[in-house]
């Protein structure tokens, strides 16, 4: 599963590449693209007053990007039942490199209860891709 994107000028900084901190902003716009796409988006989490939490990032910075590059951001998830997760996702150049790549460690959060819960069938299928 992959989301297109083309890097604008917002997205740089003084340098005239992408911004450290936009390349989080850039994968968490492709997270909810994909957990959206898979039918458990924001209205789904409001629904059913669960969802995932971030609890750990770690990005690495390998190729810049610069101005209109267009990207693809992958998204993988390791089955798993248990309450901690991990999510690869990766920010693939168009010749094939990969300029960055970011592991999270996520939780399923019940916003009602405030706390970690063991993930539901229907957040598992969206982890399925």
């Known amino acids: 599963m992959s ?3 083309v890097i604008k000028e917002q997205h740089l ?4 590449h992408v911004n450290n901190a ?8 492709a997270r909810w693209e994909f957990i959206t796409a898979r039918g458990y988006g924001l209205k789904e989490i409001m629904k059913f007053k669960k969802g995932p939490v971030i609890l750990e990032a770690h990005i690495k ?8 590059e267009t990207i693809k951001i992958t998204f993988e998830a390791p089955a798993t039942k ?3 997760m991990k999510i690869k996702q990766q920010m693939i150049k168009s010749n094939g490199d990969v300029s960055s790549e970011l592991l999270v460690t996520i939780g399923f959060f019940d ?3 405030r706390k970690l819960i063991a993930p539901t069938e229907e957040w598992l299928k969206v982890l399925k891709v």
């Open 82 to 84: 248990s309450k901690v």
């Open 13 to 16: 900084d003084s340098f005239g």
């Open 22 to 29: 936009v390349y989080l902003q850039l994968f968490e716009e």
């Open 61 to 68: 910075f390998l190729k810049e990007l610069k101005l209109r």
């Open 3 to 5: 989301y297109e994107i």
């Open 111 to 113: 916003l009602a209860e």
